[in-house]
């Protein structure tokens, strides 16, 4: 019995992201994964995964000093699949409400807004909460939902950004939790912190994006 092909990821470790335990996850549900700080070896990579943890301005900071911000650009704009996780997901966006005037990367328009603190709902969210599915998200595709995954952020993606595809969260309002637009994917929980519910995503994002 010939062995399944494990699919090629590039990580990028850029400074603002959990770099180990993002690593970790993607090798566990399949895939190769080839750690980078070296913004050249993005135009030759199969695929992009962009983690992030921490404050906006600084994560994204982070990723423009590294020289990350034009490639990653230029290949996601070419079509090739990417991944993005937790603060990697608002990256996206055009920006937040976390640092005004600072921009996103912009491939998927709209505003990331902070929750609204109230007695009895804390913000930061931090816990797991149930995934409802929009539409035909690859990486969500055959999930019996709702799935429970695992949260940690006071920011989120409303549901005015358009995307094709993705999950519906309820934490006093409904946002995004993940998504999918074009070649464009993203979770805004932990699939590494999310149990077998983690592990199912990503492995979709392996059979469904990688290898269709």
Not at 64 to 79: I, K, L, N, T
Not at 109 to 127: C, H, S
Not at 157 to 175: H, Q
Not at 176 to 199: D, M, Y
């Amino acid at each position: 019995m010939s062995t399944p092909r494990r699919p090629e990821v590039l990580l990028l470790d850029y400074g603002g992201g959990n770099v180990r335990s993002a690593e970790r996850a993607l090798e566990r549900a399949g895939m190769t994964v080839r750690v980078s700080a070296d913004p050249a070896d993005v135009p030759h990579a199969p695929a992009l995964v962009v983690p992030g943890q921490g404050h906006f301005r600084q994560v994204m900071e982070a990723f423009d000093e590294s020289g990350f911000h034009s490639p990653v650009m230029a290949a996601a704009q070419a079509g090739m699949p990417l991944l993005g996780i937790c603060v990697g997901m608002q990256m996206l966006l055009s920006g937040s409400e976390e640092a005004p005037g600072m921009p996103g990367l912009g491939l998927v328009p709209g505003m990331v807004r902070r929750f609204e603190a109230v007695p009895e709902r804390k913000v930061p969210q931090m816990g797991w909460n149930s995934l409802d599915k929009v539409g035909d998200s690859p990486l969500l595709r055959d999930l019996a939902c709702p799935a429970y995954a695992y949260f940690v952020h006071s920011y989120y993606v409303p549901l005015d950004v358009e995307v094709d595809a993705g999950a519906i969260t309820e934490y006093g309002m409904a946002f995004w939790s993940a998504f999918s637009q074009g070649n464009i994917h993203a979770t805004q929980f932990h699939p590494e912190k999310s149990g077998a519910v983690g592990l199912a995503i990503l492995e979709r994002f392996r059979r469904h994006v990688l290898m269709p």
